[in-house]
T-cell receptor, first 109, second 115 residues
Framework: AQRVTQPEKLLSVFKGAPVELKCNYSYSGSPELFWYVQYSRQRLQLLLRHISRESIKGFTADLNKGETSFHLKKPFAQEEDSAMYYCALRGQGAQKLVFGQGTRLTINP | NAGVTQTPKFRILKIGQSMTLQCTQDMNHNYMYWYRQDPGMGLKLIYYSVGAGITDKGEVPNGYNVSRSTTEDFPLRLELAAPSQTSVYFC??????????????FGEGSWLTVV
């Protein structure tokens, strides 16, 4: 079974502090992992995916197959990072995404 | 491109009423999806479609129906609305696997309240 777990529903950090949003998954094969972000009153949009190994808006995420994790990190949080963040998994050969419960990130000034 | 467009954006329904959430995409995507987003529960897949004329159930299909008569449109129908269907509904689409990277594009969401 495919499962994505985001253990923190709420995360609050101060501006300029490092931030890490946790994501763990369970899947027997080789998954594709994604982070989606939803800013207030906006649609979900792709932030980054593990196959691209890119940094978007200062965020990075590394797939750790040993720990089955795909944590999202940013060294210096900014107020505009406040949003809902969803980790998602796509199984091999599949199209649909399985989402985690989401983490609401609040950056305090 | 407008991307994925959903209507209506907001709707209040009485218990037992029926309604259809419309979704259309202009990206010629083969795959389309309906998700519902409940507070603290993340997004759950209701139904999805891999192409015109083909639909399949997701995690939470009960109480909903879909059809896919064209590539562009993927309406979601609630036949007998129940309070448990109060949620935010997102339509999404993606291309067939290939160089596009399979990015899933979401609509803006439809806020539905059943009272």
């Amino acid at each position: 079974a495919q499962r994505v777990t985001q253990p923190e529903k709420l995360l609050s950090v101060f501006k300029g502090a490092p931030v890490e949003l946790k994501c763990n998954y369970s899947y027997s094969g080789s998954p594709e992992l994604f982070w989606y972000v939803q800013y207030s009153r906006q649609r979900l949009q792709l932030l980054l995916r593990h196959i691209s190994r890119e940094s978007i808006k200062g965020f990075t995420a590394d797939l750790n197959k040993g720990e089955t994790s795909f944590h999202l990190k940013k060294p210096f949080a900014q107020e505009e990072d406040s949003a809902m963040y969803y980790c998602a998994l796509r199984g091999q050969g599949a199209q649909k995404l399985v989402f985690g419960q989401g983490t609401r990130l609040t950056i305090n000034p | 491109n407008a991307g994925v467009t959903q209507t209506p954006k907001f709707r209040i329904l009485k218990i037992g009423q029926s309604m259809t959430l419309q979704c259309t995409q202009d990206m010629n995507h083969n795959y389309m999806y309906w998700y519902r987003q409940d507070p603290g529960m993340g997004l759950k897949l209701i139904y999805y479609s891999v192409g015109a004329g083909i639909t399949d159930k997701g995690e939470v299909p009960n109480g909903y129906n879909v059809s896919r008569s064209t590539t562009e449109d993927f309406p979601l129908r609630l036949e007998l609305a129940a309070p448990s269907q109060t949620s935010v509904y997102f339509c999404a689409s993606s291309q067939r696997q290939g160089s596009s990277g399979n990015t899933i594009y979401f609509g803006e969401g439809s806020w539905l309240t059943v009272v």
